[in-house]
């Protein structure tokens, strides 16, 4: 049911996304027109570009569309202007603007209408359509998609036309009219099958792909997502419609059980949204992942996703989103346990009363809670919850749904001691759900059956539903489903006193629950967020450069003002120059002539003229002389700024590069602390899988034999035997939690440690493994006692021991012998077996390294040796190892000697933890 409501998200972000697919080629070629346009054309080539770039690059997209409208309005242009209002709609609730988007959309359409533009008037009724799809204004949306429609049916615009039959499908789907949401997403594949833009026809084939496998159709979505594929590889530019294609097909992956390629495609899709912001995608992708992980019991990576996913949703105003998530929430909440939260959840969604919440979430919300109040025993409540639900998907049609309220509904009547009624609707939930091909819902179904059959001692029915509910468990991959199944095959082995074979589901169970909660796929996920932490360090970094550049380019670009300046004021000069010396020449010329003409009478008044002219060039070129000086001082004035700004932008050049400097060694830092500290974690995780594993696994068996035993005498030997195991087990807890301090002061945990104490309790905590035949020696007495770490001392003991008894020769019996010696103020542990034995020249490189192993035949993962050597090195201490193959080999670990009196020393100057075994 949540898979469907996820791809209902995906197929609302309808109408932009093929066009903005257009080639760069195509962008470049408006970019340049623009530059040559004016008035009505101008606005048309604004307009188109906004049109490009919505989902793609924001900024350009509000540059372009208020340019746009602002022309427009100056030219009086109504209808480029009413485009341009209903492209800022288009923008703004994608962005999640929705008021906004509301008032300019509806804007757009009356200026369209004044301009009797239909074709815009058509493509912005759509608009508001897609835009209350969006806000689950379903009525509203239908009305709008109508209008459209009214418009371009009888139109030749086959895009839009297919883009109204696309939405239409979203808007069925939204409630839960499959028929009909199936029927327009086909006319509109069939309208893009003869239109030459393929991309439009692989956006529409990727969600029918997500419809089919909603649906549980697996095999058919792969069919429409390998077309949709073929088609967006031909378009390099088109990576939005192809993050999409993976996106869906990761989740198919996950249901086939391919993690590895599925957790790659996730990766990828999810870096590309966040990288171009296309956060509605994004928040799909990560409720995706939180169901996912939830399937395969991950609750805390499940959370972790589900709540950055609300975080986002909630910040963009995705109201629908958000329901849907914290319902999900609320069921990984059930599943750990924790009644109250998910049942506060559940009553938070019903009790809100949102409009803009799903009829499909509200009947989630519904089954939650009366699962919930199930558990709670309050069942009166829960049966009016969960028939609420029946009825709600009864009318809808969904089979899938159906199978789970009515299998929730029989738990129910289970808890209830009302097994024929639990039954009955066990049976009619089985039937659904094969009706849905729903493996989870037969799963589920199959085994509560089972579990009913058993309490009223129908056997061989039970073992048949249980074999059942196993195979559909392996098909959905349901972990959580199949550890059930394992305790209820091993209750119906006990009850039918076939106790080894209980014992033997009973360790299926343990060790698939401890295989589910220790997975690489989590580690993959963590590492994935320190990564995307270090991606952000280099964009700030990249920022601070950006910063200094563009500093380097004002101080540029002044200098160049500076020196055209400069020119022009030289120019200005030469030219003032020239205009003197023509004048001169010009007055020189006309006195000749003059002088000619005239009587030599008038020679003394044209010298007076030539006194007074000569007289007011000196005036002019005082008068010129003063401004040049006055321009030599604001050159100089503006020669000292630079220099002032050359100064400050040295400053803030020095300034950047320390920053920079203190982040990358921050960075580096931070990266060493990482690695150092899940080295850490690595080595007590192993560390705590080694030593409990034995204890653990032997108390569950020797406790189910108890139960099942009649005879008391042969009760207590199993009582006293889960005492001592129960003893080993604590000390091995003690020691483990002294391992988790002695990282930081390992010196305060110093003690008088007994070798032959030691080595007597690793053999204990290994009894399992023994099969009596065994030659076990030690011989202390050269050194019967060391100071030193008990916990680290008894864990190498225990690995040493372990890895002799694992890698047994078959061809003798085995023969271990421990000894213990002082040489040169250390002591010397050795520990001899008679085993397989390796080629230490072969694997000398390999030897005490992390999954390195010399033998494949025997289970295992290679971290003994690994965990070994970094505990003797804890304790300042070597180890070395000689071996042959098919000999055996002999570990000598070399640890240093301390002395009482230090012992005494360091208890005197450090207080005792409590539980450290150290005493003055």
């Given at each position: 049911m949540n898979c469907s409501k996820a791809f209902v998200f995906l197929c609302l972000l309808v109408i932009v996304s093929g066009h903005t697919l257009a080639q760069s080629k195509v962008i470049d070629s408006l970019e340049q027109r623009l530059s040559k346009a004016s008035q009505q054309e101008k606005v048309d080539l604004l307009n188109q570009l906004t049109y490009e770039f919505i989902t793609r690059d924001n900024d350009k997209v509000i540059l372009y569309n208020r340019q746009a409208t602002e022309l427009s309005q100056q030219i009086g242009y109504i209808k480029g202007e009413a485009v341009a209002f209903a492209y800022r709609g288009v923008y703004e609730y994608l962005s999640g603007q929705f008021t906004a988007a509301h008032h300019d959309l509806h804007r757009g359409l009356t200026l369209s209408i004044q301009a009797g533009d239909r074709a815009n008037q058509g493509y912005t009724l759509l608009q508001l359509g897609v835009c209350a799809l969006e806000e689950v204004e379903n009525d509203s949306a239908?009305?709008?998609?109508?209008?459209?429609?009214?418009?371009?049916?009888?139109?030749?615009?086959?895009?839009?036309?297919?883009?109204?039959?696309?939405?239409?499908?979203?808007?069925?789907?939204?409630?839960?009219?499959?028929?009909?949401?199936?029927?327009?997403?086909?006319?509109?594949?069939?309208?893009?099958?003869?239109?030459?833009?393929?991309?439009?026809?692989?956006?529409?084939?990727?969600?029918?792909?997500?419809?089919?496998?909603?649906?549980?159709?697996?095999?058919?979505?792969?069919?429409?997502?390998?077309?949709?594929?073929?088609?967006?590889?031909?378009y390099e530019d088109d990576a939005e419609d192809f993050n999409d294609v993976q996106h869906l097909r990761a989740l198919i992956f996950f249901q086939k059980g391919r993690f590895g390629e599925a957790v790659a495609l996730f990766d990828s899709a999810r870096v590309y949204y966040l990288k171009k912001l296309l956060i509605r995608k994004y928040i799909t992708l990560l409720t995706d992942m939180g169901k996912v992980f939830s399937d395969r019991a991950e609750y805390e990576l499940s959370l972790n996703n589900l709540y950055d996913a609300l975080k986002l949703s909630k910040q963009q105003g995705f109201e629908a989103d958000t329901y849907s998530i914290r319902n999900r929430i609320g069921w990984v909440n059930f599943h750990l346990g924790d009644m109250m939260q998910a049942l506060r959840i559940a009553n938070e969604a019903l009790g809100s009363g949102a409009k803009r919440q799903l009829q499909g979430d509200m009947a989630e919300a519904l089954m939650l809670k009366g699962v919930v109040l199930t558990e709670l025993h309050n069942f009166d409540a829960a049966r009016m919850a969960l028939d609420s639900v029946i009825y709600i998907y009864t009318r809808w049609g969904d089979d899938r749904a159906l199978s789970e309220a009515l299998m929730n509904r029989g738990l129910l009547e289970a808890a209830q001691n009302h097994p024929a009624r639990a039954l009955a609707l066990y049976r009619e939930s089985i039937q659904r759900a094969e009706n849905s091909d729903y493996s989870y819902g037969l799963a589920w179904s199959q085994w509560a059956a089972a579990d009913v059959y058993i309490h009223s001692g129908n056997y061989t029915e039970a073992t048949r539903l249980l074999d059942l509910s196993e195979q559909f468990c392996h098909r959905a991959h349901a972990n959580e489903l199949l550890i059930r199944n394992y305790n209820t095959r091993r209750d119906l082995l006990a009850a039918q006193n076939k106790f080894k074979e209980s014992l033997k589901f009973s360790m299926l169970a343990s060790t698939l629950k401890d295989s589910v909660h220790r997975t690489d796929l989590a580690r993959r996920f963590v590492n994935l967020e320190k990564t995307q932490e270090i991606e952000q360090r280099d964009r700030d970094i990249k920022v601070l450069q950006k910063d200094k550049q563009l500093a380097?380019?004002?101080?540029?670009?002044?200098?160049?003002?500076?020196?055209?300046?400069?020119?022009?004021?030289?120019?200005?000069?030469?030219?003032?120059?020239?205009?003197?010396?023509?004048?001169f020449v010009y007055y020189r010329f006309y006195s000749r002539i003059k002088t000619l003409n005239k009587v030599i009478t008038d020679k003394n008044k044209n010298i007076q003229a030539q006194a007074n002219q000569l007289q007011q060039m000196n005036a002019e070129l005082k008068h010129l002389y003063h401004e040049v000086s006055e321009q030599n001082e604001e050159i100089q004035t503006?020669?000292?700024?630079?220099?002032?700004?050359?100064?400050?932008?040295?400053?803030?050049?020095?300034?950047?590069?320390?920053?920079?400097?203190?982040?990358?060694?921050?960075?580096?830092?931070?990266?060493?602390?990482?690695?150092?500290?899940?080295?850490?974690?690595l080595q007590f995780s192993y560390t705590v899988s080694h030593n409990l594993r034995g204890p653990a696994v032997r108390l569950i068996g020797l406790a189910e034999l108890a139960q099942a035993e009649k005879d008391i005498v042969h009760v207590q030997r199993w009582i006293e035997l889960i005492s001592k195991t129960a003893s080993d087990l604590d000390i091995v807890i003690k020691d483990l939690n002294k391992v988790l301090d002695l990282r930081n002061e390992p010196d305060q945990y110093l003690e008088v440690t007994e070798l032959e104490k030691e080595w007597k309790q690793c053999i204990s905590l290994l009894q399992d493994s023994f099969t009596g035949e065994e030659e076990i020696v030690a011989d202390f007495h050269a050194l019967p006692r060391i100071i030193t770490i008990k916990a680290m001392l008894q864990s190498t003991f225990y690995n040493l021991l372990s890895n002799a008894i694992k890698f047994r020769s078959p061809e003798r019996k085995l023969a271990v012998t421990a000894t213990s010696k002082s040489v040169d103020g250390k002591a010397i542990l050795e520990i001899r077996d008679n085993g397989l034995g390796f080629d230490t020249q072969l694997h000398k490189e390999k030897l005490f390294k992390l999954y390195k192993r010399f033998h494949t035949h025997v289970e295992g993962r290679g971290i003994g040796l690994y965990l070994i050597k970094a505990q003797i090195e804890v304790l300042r201490g070597s180890i070395e190892v000689e071996s042959e193959l098919g000999r055996g080999s002999t570990f000598r670990v070399t640890l240093p000697l301390i002395l009482e009196e230090s012992l005494q020393h360091t208890v005197h100057n450090q207080p005792a933890e409590p539980g450290s075994g150290i005493s003055e």
């Open positions: 239908l009305f709008y998609f109508s209008k459209s429609y009214e418009i371009f049916k009888d139109s030749s615009n086959a895009v839009t036309l297919s883009k109204i039959y696309r939405n239409m499908s979203a808007l069925y789907g939204q409630r839960y009219d499959y028929e009909k949401q199936q029927l327009y997403l086909d006319r509109a594949i069939a309208i893009r099958r003869l239109l030459p833009d393929k991309i439009l026809l692989a956006d529409a084939l990727t969600l029918k792909a997500g419809n089919m496998f909603a649906s549980g159709d697996l095999d058919g979505a792969e069919v429409m997502l390998d077309e949709a594929e073929l088609l967006v590889k031909d380097e380019d004002k101080i540029h670009l002044q200098e160049s003002r500076l020196r055209q300046q400069y020119i022009l004021l030289i120019a200005g000069f030469i030219v003032i120059a020239l205009l003197a010396v023509l004048v503006q020669a000292n700024k630079l220099a002032e700004s050359n100064r400050n932008i040295s400053d803030l050049n020095r300034g950047l590069e320390r920053m920079v400097a203190e982040k990358t060694l921050e960075l580096r830092t931070t990266n060493e602390e990482l690695v150092k500290h899940n080295n850490e974690l």
